[in-house]
């Protein structure tokens, strides 16, 4: 995997952890292509961050800055490497604790935030997805805000919060992208 553009473009990440499913450099191209003018500037959640390789590609785009949440040891050495090897640990917060934990707790870290991109475990339930849709909406969101999900293909829409509306529905392989944008 490859940093696909701005100012760590071409730069190499770190081998994928064991348990780690990342988006596809074609997936992530798409999904940012898509994104556009939304990115630079922007302050950036980054949950189940995995490799951390789409908050990566937000920040190498010009993102503000990006938190990346993730819960795995071996997942968290590895972004904070990916990070170092694109110097872009100076915009970065990274923060080790489960996506439901980091969002029930009063620390706000960063929110509001204009773009949140959660790539959960496809085995992840329903109910817990839904569960931090739900909590995404209490607070964590600014104006003008973009939630980008990605599912696999074939898979059900996940019910979202009543202000949110899917802007765009993405397919790459088996991995299924959807903006959702307020209604």
Known sequence: MRVIAGSAKGVRLAAVPRGVRPVSDVAREGLFSSLGSAVPGARVLDLYAGTGALGIE?????AAEAVFVERSPAALRTIR?????????DRAVVVGLDVRAFLTRRERNGAPFDLVLADPPYDL???ELEGVL?????????????????????S???VVPLHWAPARRLEYGDTLVLLLREA
């Open 58 to 62: 937000a920040l190498s785009r010009g």
């Open 134 to 154: 739900s909590e995404l909406a209490r607070g964590w969101l600014a104006p003008g805000w973009t939630v980008v999900l990605t599912r696999r293909k074939g």
């Open 125 to 127: 339930s329903a109910s």
């Open 81 to 89: 490497e990916n990070l170092r090897r694109t110097h872009l640990t």
């Open 156 to 158: 059900s829409m996940p």
